[in-house]
């Protein structure tokens, strides 16, 4: 089992930014990809960005050149920081971690972290 301990989602202002983190913990070895999800109200859930274990990413078109995610392979966290911010940046954002082998590749499992609210004002 893994378990995944998101934290600092809250309310910024528009323009503003924030840095989401996320702690991973139990059985990792086959764990290769995290990554950050978002669902807003009345949306399903999309991918905001994912990192592999070597250091490939990808964004979402809606995110690039505004988030960046990272990876502390020592601390087996992964983080998101969030620039620019924008009222539909508003969601709950999920951490995600998963064994698939490559970015591209099908998810053949995947564990998620309980959530954490981002709330981005006009």
């Known amino acids: 089992q893994v378990q995944l301990v998101e934290s600092g989602g809250g309310l910024v202002q528009a323009g503003g930014s924030l840095r989401l983190s996320c702690a991973a913990s139990?059985?990792?070895?086959?764990?290769?990809?995290m990554g950050w999800y978002r669902q807003a109200p009345g949306k399903e859930r999309e991918m905001v960005a994912l990192?592999?274990?070597?250091?490939?990413?990808n964004y979402a078109d809606s995110v690039k050149g505004r988030f960046t995610i990272s990876r502390d392979s020592a601390k087996s966290t992964v983080y998101l920081q969030m620039s620019s911010l924008k009222p539909e940046d508003t969601a709950v954002y999920y951490c995600?971690?998963?064994?698939?082998?490559?970015?591209?590749?099908?998810?053949?499992?995947?564990?998620w972290g309980q959530g954490t609210q981002v709330l981005v004002s006009a």
């Open positions: 139990g059985s990792l070895v086959r764990i290769n990809v």
């Open positions: 990192i592999s274990s070597g250091g490939s990413e």
């Open positions: 995600e971690a998963d064994t698939r082998s490559t970015l591209g590749a099908p998810v053949p499992f995947r564990y």
